[in-house]
């Protein structure tokens, strides 16, 4: 299949569209673990899966999938003792083999699945997709109300992961509801360079009831983490998937008891279950799965609240405690008004606590509109983003145990996005393009392997990157562009340039930089528009001065536009709009579509304030053209403003 001549991108289209021979081989002779089937329970398939032929071993409808429920407790698996729930010890499985809708008792019988699996695991009946998922249950002992779990029991549910890694396709934690979203989001972290899913449910009423929420969550549960390869951890209630990092409860009496506010759910089980694959967390290494047990408890939530003692947070700030999370007002706001509060946070950041500032409010994202949110980042404060409070405890947990990092690094690493827990900066959503790396990582990604496929790739994509970065502003980012060797004259797919963009936003530096580093004033988009022209619709002033300083002017048809664009003007009375266009060197003169000019509108219409205005622009521009003006007194001028016009150019007749 190899083709040298190919690009990457030809070949990589093609490896897609060809089913690749080496997969079927590799099927043939060894299936994959989740296909396999034991010896002596091959002749069985035909009886509980309509296959003719008994001894093949993997058919559609053979196929199987297998996923490893650790039950560590909650509500789903308690039952009342002295009228109180409280967990239930070597129920459950028991409980579970009496349901038909999780439990397949005849395929279990038939294939003999417990003599090959235990006596703990069960099978649900054969899914809509003919996959069959057999589950073993690791039941804890004791069993815990999650408000009773520590750091520890995440460390045992990592590790219980990962030396189970290999033998499951998925893995489903039952927990209870109170700190699901804390062992969620530890987990995320804990577990690195994760490929297979990990999903927690549990339930607000038991299983054991009639009316109960945990058929249907852990039913729900198996069917994504033996099915999808989403390679997260995730939460899974009440009908939705989420990422486990996002998650907060947020109602303690509905089965809809979990809110993902800052990030849509992954998937949604409805009629079908539909997977957001767009949203999926995507691994970006080859390194092997590990869990990272080694966990900081030196750390806390704090919340401010109107009247906080300077001493409460003194003392909250004392060692031992290495990392913070301050849950502040709005978007990441606290008194500025308060130096004795803002003294014992800095003080405390300069002793080395990291301290993260995300917001009290269930959505949203700090930033620093606010002179409230400045002075927290002058205490030295780091931005959570949009974290929720209990992904950015554990992330701190996770980070500050890392002894192979200084301050610094785990500053830095706090900041950054590590699994999906945040979007650092709403606002700008910044690209990270100074990273020279990124085209090669691209690159890699996708194979390729020759110079020219590589420098292919390049000139396909930096355009693109580098409007995106004259989009926000970012000239280091543009700047790693160019050392990359990539063209910023070059349009994207729609022959927009990176000046376009930028004088579109208005962003003179930008607009200076791409100037002085080649780009052309003349370039046009497919719609045959300059970055003049741009800039005129968007009123950026200073930008369309810098580019007609620079030999900017409207292309033909841009002049023809003009005019029917400066009559609507006039008709509507938009003074600036007119002033902006005459500044971009229209002629107030052309005319419009029908052969009237803005002034004529104006005038047919009565707004005399315009033609007045328009009059003035043309004594001023023949004025200039007479040498009587220099170039840069166009914003400040007495004349203007004493409103005295004096005509050195003939008015056009009326
Ligand atoms: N619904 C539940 O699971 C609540 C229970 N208290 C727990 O968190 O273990």
Same mark, same amino acid.
């Given at each position: 299949m190899a083709d040298s001549s190919a690009n990457g991108l030809t070949s990589l289209a093609r490896a897609l569209s060809q089913p690749s021979l080496d997969l079927i081989e590799v099927n043939d002779v060894s299936p994959p673990r989740s296909l396999q089937l034991h010896p002596g329970r091959r002749?069985?398939?035909?009886?509980?899966?309509?296959? /003719? %032929?008994?001894?093949?071993?993997?058919?559609?409808?053979?196929?199987?999938?297998?996923?490893?429920?650790? %039950?560590?407790?909650?509500?789903?698996?308690?039952?009342? $003792? @002295? @009228?109180?729930l409280a967990p239930q010890a070597n129920a459950f499985v028991?409980? *579970?083999?009496?349901? !038909?809708?999780v439990h397949d008792e005849t395929y279990a019988q038939q294939t003999r699945m417990y003599e090959y699996y235990g006596s703990d695991t069960l099978v649900l009946p054969l899914s809509k997709q003919n996959k069959r998922i057999v589950y073993t249950i690791l039941e804890y002992n004791p069993l815990l109300d999650s408000s009773n779990m520590t750091t520890d029991d995440w460390g045992r549910i990592g590790k219980d992961i990962e030396r189970n890694y290999e033998s499951y396709d998925g893995f489903v934690i039952l927990h209870g509801t109170d700190t699901m979203a804390y062992t969620a989001s530890a987990l995320s972290f804990m577990c690195e360079h994760l490929g297979k899913p990990i999903i927690l449910t549990g339930s607000q009423v038991p299983i054991y009831e009639m009316r109960n929420d945990g058929r249907d969550n852990l039913l729900g549960a198996l069917l994504i983490a033996g099915q999808f390869v989403i390679p997260e951890v995730c939460l899974y209630f009440y009908n939705k998937l989420y990422r486990g990092n996002r998650v907060t409860? +947020?109602?303690?009496?509905?089965?809809?008891?979990?809110?993902?506010?800052?990030?849509?759910?992954?998937a949604t089980a409805e009629v079908d279950i539909a997977i957001n694959w767009d949203t999926v967390w995507r691994a970006n290494t080859t390194a092997k799965f590990q869990v990272k047990t080694e966990l900081n408890r030196n750390v806390g939530l704090l919340r401010l609240f109107p009247g906080i003692t300077a001493s409460t947070v003194k003392a909250f700030l004392q060692p031992p405690m290495e990392g913070v999370v301050l849950e502040t007002y709005g978007s990441g706001n606290a008194p500025d008004n308060r130096p004795d509060l803002l003294e014992q946070l800095k003080k405390a950041t300069d002793a080395g606590v990291i301290i993260i500032n995300c917001t009290q409010c269930l959505r949203g994202s700090v930033s620093t509109s606010y002179a409230t949110g400045k002075v927290l980042i002058e205490a030295g404060l780091i931005a959570g983003g949009d974290m929720t409070p209990e992904a950015a405890l554990s992330k701190l947990s996770y980070v500050l145990a890392k002894k192979e990092l200084d301050l610094e690094a785990k500053k830095k690493m706090m900041a950054e996005n590590l699994r999906g827990e945040m979007i650092?900066?709403?606002?700008?959503?910044?690209?990270?393009?100074?990273?020279?790396?990124?085209?090669?990582?691209?690159?890699?990604?996708?194979?390729?392997?020759?110079? /020219?496929?590589l420098e292919a790739i390049r000139d396909a994509l930096t355009p693109t990157l580098a409007c995106a970065a004259a989009k926000i502003g970012d000239i280091e980012a543009l700047k790693a562009l160019k050392e990359m060797g990539s063209n910023l004259c070059l349009g994207d =797919?729609?022959? #927009?340039? !990176?000046?376009?963009?930028?004088?579109? /936003?208005? $962003?003179?530096?930008?607009?200076?930089?791409?100037?002085? $580093?080649?780009?052309? +004033? $003349?370039?046009? @988009? #497919? =719609?045959?528009?300059?970055?003049?022209?741009?800039?005129?619709?968007?009123?950026?002033? /200073?930008?369309?001065k810098l580019l007609r300083k620079t030999g900017a002017h409207f292309s033909r048809h841009e002049l023809e536009e003009a005019g029917t664009e400066m009559c609507s003007l006039a008709a509507n009375g938009d003074m600036d709009g007119l002033e902006i266009w005459s500044l971009a060197g229209a002629d107030l003169n052309q005319p419009g579509y029908d052969g009237q000019t803005a002034i004529q509108v104006a005038q047919a219409i009565g707004k005399k304030d315009v033609v007045a205005f328009l009059?003035? *622009?043309?004594?001023k521009k023949s004025k200039k053209v007479l040498g009587e003006f220099n170039d840069d007194d166009d914003d400040d001028d007495e004349e203007e403003e004493s409103g005295v016009i004096q005509f050195k150019a003939t008015p056009p007749a009326l």
């Open positions: 002749r069985k398939l035909s009886s509980c899966n309509s296959i /003719e %032929n008994a001894d093949l071993i993997t058919s559609p409808c053979a196929a199987e999938a297998r996923v490893l429920v650790i %039950n560590t407790g909650g509500t789903i698996g308690m039952t009342l $003792h @002295d @009228d109180v028991k409980s *579970l083999r009496k349901l !038909p809708i409860k +947020v109602d303690a009496g509905s089965f809809n008891a979990f809110s993902s506010p800052n990030l849509p759910p992954l650092a900066d709403l606002a700008g959503a910044k690209l990270c393009l100074s990273d020279s790396r990124f085209i090669q990582v691209i690159a890699k990604s996708l194979s390729v392997s020759c110079k /020219e496929e =797919y729609d022959g #927009r340039t !990176p000046l376009h963009v930028a004088a579109c /936003e208005g $962003h003179l530096k930008m607009v200076q930089y791409l100037l002085s $580093h080649g780009a052309s +004033v $003349h370039a046009k @988009d #497919r =719609y045959g528009d300059t970055p003049l022209c741009n800039a005129v619709r968007f009123r950026r002033k /200073e930008v369309v009059l003035r *622009l043309m004594s």
